[in-house]
């Protein structure tokens, strides 16, 4: 077994792992290095490290795996785009790289020891943490299925990505609602910061049509706040709700007066979810039609509740 599933957990042992003999140091032109498609996390203040680098060089090496002859990006990801806008500006003195290396059999043993390194080593926002779950779900799958990891009888990998994190289950949940069912536009938001955690899982539960016009309000600098969008969900469930019960009243030969009064049962639970965006003068309209419908009760000679 390549990787044992409590060291992986333990951020300890990863701290120490990096100490360790396995890794060799080498010196490799830029162009060499591969940088991978696993590495989806945020890089900022970029241009502010290749000042840093230009001024002091570079105060640690890139840490790399070699997979099928390949020298693969591990750790380093910001260095190494910073050393990209140096290179791009014309300073060739940085085209050789300090780097080490360690050999790994196998994509997915070079993908582990990438999660390690981003989940220990760095400080994630809600955007980067849904990733990495995504991540670390498909990589321990996989893993499972090459044997490079052996879970006990009870086991999930669901139970494994919310130790690795050191986040709740309810949590890992949302972001990979978020992850499976936002919109692309939406997702951009959540990216940005524009939309928190909680808008953006309201959101998700929405037509795509419905999140892209909540994502542009976003976009445009719109306050957007989590209740709005959290209503339009529930507006979205009882209206389906109250379709359901209407398909199943007219299924059973309910009355047109059924029909009329289930209707009418709608109408107010919508007033009642949007009750605090009512002005002044609506809630005056209200209350002479709440008179109108007491008088009416009492001419028809029905008892008051």
Not at 49 to 76: D, F, K, Y
Request: aromatic share 6%; net charge negative.
């Amino acid at each position: 077994m390549g990787f044992n599933i409590l060291d992986i957990m333990n951020g300890t042992t990863r701290a120490a792992a990096e100490e360790n003999q396995g890794y060799r140091d080498i010196v490799l032109n830029y162009r060499e290095i591969v940088v991978t498609k696993h590495n989806k996390y945020s890089m900022d203040e970029l241009e502010e490290l290749a000042m840093s680098i230009e001024a002091v060089g570079l105060q640690q090496p890139l840490t790399l795996g070699r997979v099928n002859g390949e020298w693969w990006l591990e750790s380093g990801h910001r260095r190494h785009s910073a050393i990209g806008i140096l290179l791009g500006e014309g300073k060739g003195q940085f085209e050789s790289v300090p780097c080490r290396y360690k050999d790994y059999k196998s994509e997915t043993e070079f993908r582990i020891a990438l999660l390690m390194g981003n989940t220990f080593n760095r400080k994630m926002t809600d955007f980067d943490l849904m990733n990495q779950a995504r991540e670390w779900k498909e990589v321990l799958t996989q893993a499972k299925k090459e044997g490079l990891i052996v879970l006990e009888k009870g086991q999930r990998i669901r139970d494994f990505v919310v130790a690795i994190l050191g986040e709740s289950d309810g949590k890992i949940g949302t972001l990979e609602a978020i992850n499976n069912k936002a919109t692309p536009e939406v997702k951009a938001e959540f990216e940005k910061g524009t939309m928190g955690i909680t808008a953006a899982y309201n959101a998700s539960q929405l037509p795509p049509e419905e999140q892209r016009e909540i994502a542009a309000q976003v976009a445009a600098g719109q306050d957007v706040k989590c209740e709005e969008i959290k209503a339009q969900v529930e507006e979205k469930k009882n209206r389906r709700e109250e379709e359901a019960r209407a398909q199943n009243m007219s299924d059973t030969d309910t009355t047109e007066e059924e029909k009329a009064n289930a209707k009418k049962l709608h109408a107010v639970k919508m007033i009642e979810k949007y009750y605090i965006y009512l002005n002044d003068e609506e809630v005056g309209i209200l209350e002479r039609m709440l008179e109108d419908c007491k008088r009416r009760k009492r001419e028809y000679a029905l008892d008051e509740e």
